[in-house]
């Protein structure tokens, strides 16, 4: 099988694109055939990362329902169909922290861009992917929706729970229109977003690390080829999925010695 043909003639919208496992994925989507489109609050970043994979860069607040609309109606105008939507857009401030000192401002916050957003551009994608009856929508949960953690980020893993049933669900539901749902689950990943997380709290980080089996934190290249598997037609039996890419830690007891 040649990969460098695995999503020729597909038309993919990455929200997130410009950074971390978006960008990592734009790129692997781009050597594997796909057209990418790069949606991302970074104008700078976003157009940066739309010239290098041959795109196309549309500045969106992924909690705008009209900015969202305007997202998936702009890529099937332009390319004619919507064929991939990865939902990847998130954020993990350090106003998230433990229920106790979490206030609601932050919790929304998190909520709208977490989980709301992929409401949004699910239900966005799908007027699109189910004219066409075809469609493979990837949206990015979390690790800490199927573990409790004491080192907690409430709104966060909440938010990444009802990322995990919102997808279950549209998975079930889409299915007899030739339309897969998936929800990918990162284990840690090194990217700017928990390298700036860590960095406030290195105590946070050992005591992290020291629970995945491979001893190390994710590569974002490495989710992105997650993701391009989801994608393909090599997942075409596969919907309603938590596709755990974690290192192990969510069926880890204890990690070897």
């Known amino acids: 099988m040649d990969l460098?043909?695995?999503l020729a003639g597909k038309v993919a919208v990455i929200t997130g694109g410009a950074s971390g496992i978006?960008?990592?994925t734009a790129r692997r989507f781009a050597a594997e055939g796909a057209t990418v489109v790069i949606a991302d609050l970074?104008?700078?970043?976003?157009?940066?990362?739309?010239t290098e994979v041959g795109g196309l860069f549309v500045p969106v607040d992924v909690t705008d329902e009209a900015q969202v609309n305007h997202l998936f109606d702009l890529t099937n105008d332009t390319y004619g169909s919507v064929d991939i939507a990865f939902n990847n857009a998130g954020i993990s401030p350090p106003d998230d922290d433990s229920i106790e000192t979490t206030e609601l401002p932050a919790w929304e916050k998190v909520q709208d861009v977490n989980l709301k957003s992929v409401y949004l551009c699910s239900r966005a994608a799908l007027r699109h992917m189910v004219r066409q009856q075809r469609g493979s929508i990837i949206n990015t949960a979390s690790f800490v929706a199927v573990l409790g953690s004491a080192t907690s980020q409430i709104s966060y893993t909440a938010s990444k729970g009802g990322v995990l049933a919102m997808t279950r669900e549209l998975g079930v539901q889409?299915?007899?229109?030739?339309?897969r749902v998936n929800a990918l689950c990162p284990g840690p990943v090194n990217t700017?977003?928990?390298?700036?997380?860590f960095a406030k709290d290195p105590e946070r980080a050992a005591r992290r690390l020291v629970h995945i089996p491979?001893?190390?934190?994710?590569?974002?290249?490495?989710?992105?080829?997650?993701v391009a598997f989801l994608a393909s037609d090599d997942a075409s039996f596969i919907t309603a999925s938590t596709f755990m890419v974690d290192g192990g830690?969510?069926?880890?007891?204890?990690t070897p010695i």
């Open 249 to 254: 830690i969510s069926a880890a007891y204890v």
């Open 4 to 6: 460098t043909q695995r």
């Open 214 to 226: 491979t001893g190390r934190f994710a590569e974002p290249a490495e989710l992105a080829a997650a």
């Open 174 to 179: 889409f299915a007899r229109q030739g339309i």
């Open 42 to 50: 970074d104008e700078t970043a976003g157009t940066l990362a739309a």
């Open 192 to 197: 700017q977003l928990l390298q700036e997380l």
């Open 22 to 24: 978006g960008l990592a």
